[in-house]
């Protein structure tokens, strides 16, 4: 059935939806999470390829619930887009949620840093 498939593309269009239609961070549109996503790549490749490759697999799929595609390294292609999906989806909620300035605060960044 391509169970695995089914929910590794869910799991990038829920992301770019919840993205376009509810947290409208921007980070698409942003140099720096591109180059955040070239970075976790160049790590996944790596061990992503050493845990799925074929010859000694230390990860098993049941290859009737994927497409059977993978790319480089016997990486199965639903892999990046479950990786997609978790790094996407954590830098989102860390830029919806994380630091913001206290308002009832009267003084400015540069102030707060000085010892």
């Given amino acids: 059935m391509l169970e ?3 929910f590794a593309v869910l799991s990038v269009v829920v992301v770019v939806a919840l993205e376009l ?8 549109r942003s140099l720096q999470y591109w180059l955040a996503m070239a970075i976790v790549m160049g790590f ?21 619930e ?3 595609w993978r790319i480089p390294w016997d990486i199965p292609v639903e892999d990046f887009a479950f990786g997609f999906s978790m790094v996407t989806l954590t830098l989102l909620l860390w830029l919806r949620l994380g630091h913001r300035p206290d308002p009832t605060s009267t003084t400015t960044t ?3 840093r000085t010892p």
């Fill in 110 to 112: 540069s102030e707060q």
């Fill in 21 to 28: 239609l509810w947290f409208r961070t921007g980070v698409f």
């Fill in 66 to 68: 994927m497409t059977g």
């Fill in 4 to 6: 695995y498939t089914v």
């Fill in 44 to 64: 996944q490749v790596p061990v992503d390829g050493w845990l799925t490759k074929l010859s000694d697999p230390i990860v098993l799929y049941e290859e009737r």
